[in-house]
DNA sequence: TAAACACTGTTATTTTATTAACAATATTTA
DNA sequence: TAAATATTGTTAATAAAATAACAGTGTTTA
């Protein structure tokens, strides 16, 4: 299949993410229209990017749930599970992995990573911690290809660096420094005080 | 001015946050190509934002930084400065306060919520801590617009109705449960799974 | 069972966002 | 100081994303 546009990619991940809840609520068929106006989307795009994957309900009275599920996770999931480890286990680190932690089945949280020697050689938020000295030797022998970066500021270009060199694939970068990768790494972005600006800009221009 | 686009916002926010680091380091002018690069976007792109906000620099030796950063400031902040809080000070509403607390001078983080008595009544991460039953009266007397929502997903929408109904214009919702709000509310949702899952398919798309 | 309806899948259109092109001009170099 | 260069601001072109339109077809209703 021809490779999808991220924003696609972020909405099947989300259309999962509610379609999961609603077979725990019991449900088993949805129209395109509930699951768009659980997102704050149009019935449209859901139906587009279903079609962009292939999938076809066939039947008129909407899409079962469970079917669409696994045709989502077969298309954005990989086939042999990836290896994430998450590099310091601060706050935002912690929420990370409570949050991720055992969710997806193709993506495992394998380890972490932290200098503090208080919290190295324990198991935090359900994930071993080591010391990011062990860093090289614990992302080849755990194959690890994804790191979540939320060191401080400080630590956050070398430890990238470091990471790249030792092999990971994917960087999702939470710290507030803009990083680098080589191309063949996929390098993702967020800065949460940007998110916050914005919620700000927009209600200022509403009660303006 | 007309309203910005949201991704010139975030642009915008994004620029002001490498230019102040560029502040600290001594830096004192910045080419349209350098600032581009550091956020990995292309120099076009970053003299059209400033073209929308009606920045010119007159010269040709690159942008004042402090002048800019100034300019951006005047388009996107308050004029008044908006009050924020953050509901739910679990280890991501601990770390959302680490890093946002202080970083702008017109956003005031003046609150924060928990229904835990652990943690009700206590300074932390450097923000008074309020019971959640307290939110209707602190809402109303601390003027909060803003509530960044950090709560575990069985409270995300009892939690956001009700601070809405007490006048907050603005939600950033962290939680993994999307919400509801009037026109009148700005509402930004943010989902990290969504994000792993997004540097996952594209990691696995490069690696086949 | 026939007509009305509702929903899907897909193509066409529109809108938004990004990139390219380039004239104007300050700055640098010879 | 004159020519060459580099950078900006802006318009034009392109690309990407979202929306609208609608034909086709199960499904429901009378």
């Known amino acids: ?32 229209h509930e699951l768009a106006s659980l997102l704050h989307i149009t019935a449209v795009q859901v139906r587009r990017d279903l079609m962009l994957i292939g999938y076809s309900s066939g039947i008129r009275k909407g899409y079962d749930i469970r079917v669409l599920v696994e045709t989502i996770g077969r298309v954005i999931d990989s086939e042999t599970p990836l290896n994430v480890a998450i590099i310091g286990m601060g706050n935002l680190g912690r929420a990370v992995s409570s949050y991720f932690r055992g969710k997806r089945s193709k993506l495992n949280l394998v380890a972490s990573f932290d200098n503090d020697q208080q919290k190295t050689g324990k198991v935090i938020s359900g994930v ?14 755990l194959n690890i290809s994804i790191i979540i970066l939320t060191v401080p500021p400080d630590y956050a270009r070398s430890t990238c660096d470091d990471a790249v060199r030792f092999g990971v694939k994917g960087v999702l970068n939470f710290t507030t420094v803009s990083l680098n990768v080589p191309p063949t790494v996929y390098l993702e972005e967020y800065d949460m005080v940007t998110s916050i600006e914005k919620v700000a800009y927009f209600v200022k221009e509403s009660i303006r």
């Not at 991940?13 to 999961?20: A, G, I, K, T």
């Not at 071993?128 to 022998?141: A, G, L, P």
């Open 128 to 141: 071993r911690c080591y010391d990011v000295r062990e860093m090289e030797n614990m992302i080849k022998e």
């Open 1 to 32: 299949m021809k490779k999808l546009p991220g924003k696609t990619v972020e909405r099947l991940s989300e259309y999962r993410r509610v379609l999961l809840t609603l077979i725990s609520q019991g449900k088993n068929y949805i129209y395109s």
